[in-house]
């Protein structure tokens, strides 16, 4: 009886599907965490570009300018407006402007002029297409001819000789002038007036 016993071996499956389904799923894991990595890093690599482009943007768009008021000056009291006088400050909230670093162009009914900044302006030496910029209220005495970076609380004038210009200017009665005042950041500040029919005998002429 016992010769005609038969030992049989039964091959168990289970583990080897085990093993491979774990093998799976830790490489399913592995892929998932490379996922959420490069996602993650991506995610803040698009955030901090982001808030970037959102600040550069608000500069550009926000002006920082504000324009006080505009006054004409005449020479002692007699013919067309040779000087025109720009009264500026800061908007609340704004970062400083380098004057040095600003455009004011000046257009009349006959020509465009793209005038610079010049500590010079307005003296004897003074150059063409420049304009000239002092302090009028400067607290921490921070504003110089050298350095002319307006900050918050400066009150600043800026002084244009017209008949110093590339060609030269001048502004008579019921004349269309325009200027805008072009900063390094934030926008252009546009201003056009029309002068008044009649100066009188006044030297000095609001035109805005």
Do not use: C
Not at 142 to 160: K, Q
């Amino acid at each position: 009886m016992k010769a005609n016993r038969k030992s049989q071996f039964e091959t168990d499956t289970h583990a080897a599907v085990g093993i491979g389904t774990m093998i799976v799923f830790i490489a399913t894991i592995l892929v998932a965490a490379t996922a959420a990595a490069v996602l993650l890093d991506t995610s803040g690599k698009l955030q901090d570009k982001a808030q970037s482009t959102g600040s550069e943007t608000t500069k550009e768009v926000a002006s920082n300018v504000l324009v006080k008021g505009v006054i004409g000056t005449r020479h002692a009291g007699a013919g067309d407006i040779r000087w025109i006088n720009v009264t500026v400050s800061l908007a609340p909230g704004a970062e400083t402007v380098d004057l040095s670093q600003m455009i004011v162009r000046i257009k009349d009914s006959a020509q465009a002029v793209d005038a610079a900044y010049d500590s010079t302006a307005g003296d004897a030496a003074e150059a063409a297409a420049k304009f000239r910029a002092t302090a009028i209220r400067d607290d921490d005495t921070s504003f110089s001819a050298s350095t002319p970076v307006m900050n918050a609380g400066d009150l600043v004038r800026l002084r244009i000789d017209l008949a110093a210009q590339t060609t030269s200017m001048s502004l008579g009665t019921r004349e269309q002038f325009e200027m805008t005042l072009i900063p390094e950041v934030g926008s252009a500040v546009n201003l056009a007036f029309t002068t008044p029919a009649s100066f009188g005998s006044d030297t000095v002429i609001v035109l805005r």
